[in-house]
Nanobody, 121 residues
Framework: QVQLVESGGGLVQAGESLRLSCAAS????????MGWYRQGPGKQRELVAT???????NYADSVKGRFTISRAIAKNTVYLQMNSLKPEDTAVYYC???????????????WGQGTQVTVSS
């Protein structure tokens, strides 16, 4: 089995910062892309940022210049540094990973349970 465990959400005021972490564990053969999605109240889940195993990162236009995604490959962990937070960033943030399990011949998508980020004005 594979698990993605997120941490770091919380309640902050506008302009403040938060750092989310997500650690992947289990029978992982190879991690491909990792990333973060979010779902705000009454909204569909949307991409925030992704980072491949190699190559450039990708950000939603709404977070460019404020959020930074990074990963610690040896720890199977992805981070999301969120600065200058706005009330519209309020959402449940989900960690995402595309990976090969040790016993599988094809890559699969996995999701974390979600962590709440609330930004007050």
């Amino acid at each position: 089995q594979v698990q993605l465990v997120e941490s770091g959400g919380g309640l902050v005021q506008a302009g403040e910062s938060l750092r989310l972490s997500c650690a992947a564990s289990g029978s992982i053969f190879r991690l491909n892309a990792m990333g973060w999605y979010r779902q705000g109240p009454g909204k569909q889940r949307e991409l925030v940022a992704t980072i491949p195993s190699g190559g450039s990162t990708n950000y939603a236009d709404s977070v460019k210049g404020r959020f930074t995604i990074s990963r610690a490959i040896a720890k199977n962990t992805v981070y999301l540094q969120m600065n200058s937070l706005k009330p519209e960033d309020t959402a449940v943030y989900y960690c995402y990973a595309n990976l090969f399990r040790a016993s599988s011949l094809r890559a699969e998508d996995y999701w974390g349970q979600g962590t709440q980020v609330t930004v007050s004005s």
